[in-house]
């Protein structure tokens, strides 16, 4: 009985079969510079960097003033417009505390499907930070990226007035501020908030909505009457009370 014939195997020790499939899968958005990022290894395992940075937020401590996004907007394209803002805030003034005010910021994904999805390698790994961003020279305005992205809403957005996809970067290229940022430098959204609800962290959060989503509410926010736990219960003296060392007698 004939045989099928052997799997034609490249330098690297892929089959070209799973040579093919590993480049598919990733799309030619993985291809940056002339050299793959991510490829389809033996183990099924791609080989893209984590990112260096990473933003986390408190969506009970955030009062929903907007300032992150018109700065956000202001350093990326000089003005502002909450239209042009890579992180999103938005409010629902029929809830209550914990349900009225949400924000969505890139979660800067160690598997980063839009990345992925990019034809063009415009939304690629940037090789000095790992932070996912976009080489917008590159965007073609096909919108894969925007739709590629598993959450709601999407954390890329269409530029509509410089009509090319745009997301966070941690601040890596603001023109518009003179402030070094990055990884290694200031995030324009963390330096304004006026509540300090939003963080920077060098750590990968776990990946859920809970470790992008914390509690950053400390005893400076209690002492300002407001409850520090998530289910404001309790009163926010019951909780100074229960951190504040007991007098000592005295001698």
């Not at 004939?2 to 089959?15: K, M, R, V």
């Not at 070209?16 to 793959?36: H, M, P, T």
């Not at 803002?85 to 005010?101: A, H, P, T, W, Y």
């Not at 809970?210 to 950053?216: I, K, P």
Request: with cysteine; proline share 8%; aromatic share 6%.
């Amino acid at each position: 009985m004939p045989q099928p014939p052997s799997p034609q195997i490249e330098p690297s020790g892929l089959s070209r079969r799973q040579f093919l499939v590993g480049l598919g899968g990733l799309g030619i958005g993985a291809v940056i510079g002339g050299s793959i990022v991510g490829l389809l290894l033996p183990d099924g395992v791609y080989a893209i960097e984590a990112s260096d940075g990473y933003l986390l937020v408190d969506t009970k401590k955030c009062a929903g003033c907007q300032s992150c996004m018109l700065a956000c907007s202001l350093v990326h394209s000089g003005k502002e417009n909450l239209s042009l803002s890579r992180i999103q805030v938005s409010k629902n003034v029929l809830k209550g505390f914990g349900e009225d005010i949400f924000q969505y910021q890139c979660r800067q994904c160690p598997e980063p499907s839009c990345v992925n999805a990019c034809p063009t390698g415009a939304m690629h790994v940037d090789p000095d930070t790992n932070v996912r961003t976009v080489n917008e020279g590159k965007c073609i305005g096909c919108e894969r990226c925007v739709e590629a992205c598993p959450f709601t809403p999407s954390r890329v957005q269409w530029n509509f007035e410089e009509r090319h996809a745009q997301k966070c970067d941690l601040c890596k290229n603001t023109p518009f501020w003179n402030h070094e940022g990055g990884p290694k430098g200031e995030q324009a959204c963390v330096k304004v908030c006026p509540m300090d609800a939003i963080k920077f962290t060098n750590d990968i959060p776990v990946q859920t909505d809970q470790g992008y989503d914390v509690n950053l509410r400390t005893v400076h926010y209690a002492r300002m009457a407001f409850p520090v736990d998530d289910e404001a219960k309790i009163p926010a003296q019951v909780y100074i009370d229960s951190i504040t060392p007991s007098p000592q007698p005295q001698a």
